[in-house]
């Protein structure tokens, strides 16, 4: 079974940074792809960021030049470094892939998602 563990959401002012994790378990054979959403209160889960097999990563309009996602193959962990903070990016992060394993073809997971305050 593969699963998805976060990690790395806190609160932290306007302007400041943070770093998320997503570590990807199990039996793996391959990870098409893995990034983030976000969900605000009130709004629906949007796409952050997401980096597929070997091409660039695609970012939202929103996040572009402020956030970066990042990849370590060995571990199977994607990290998504976020700069210049704003209220606006209060949320939580879900970890998302699309995963094939010994057990299923190409299947989407999701992390259990973690909080991201920003607040001064």
């Known amino acids: 079974q593969v699963q998805l563990v976060e990690s790395g959401g806190g609160l932290v002012q306007p302007g400041g940074s943070l770093r998320l994790s997503c570590a990807a378990s199990?039996?793996?054979?391959?990870?098409?792809?893995m990034g983030w959403y976000r969900q605000a209160p009130g709004k629906q889960r949007e796409l952050v960021a997401v980096?597929?097999?070997?091409?660039?990563?695609n970012y939202a309009d929103s996040v572009k030049g402020r956030f970066t996602i990042s990849r370590d193959n060995a571990k199977n962990t994607r990290y998504l470094q976020m700069n210049s903070l704003k209220p606006e990016d209060t949320a939580v992060y879900y970890c998302?892939?699309?995963?094939?394993?010994?057990?299923?073809?190409?299947?989407?997971?999701w992390g259990r998602g973690t909080q991201v305050t920003v607040s001064s």
């Open positions: 998302n892939a699309n995963i094939k394993s010994l057990a299923y073809s190409n299947r989407d997971y």
């Open positions: 199990g039996s793996i054979v391959a990870i098409n792809a």
């Open positions: 980096s597929r097999g070997g091409g660039s990563p």
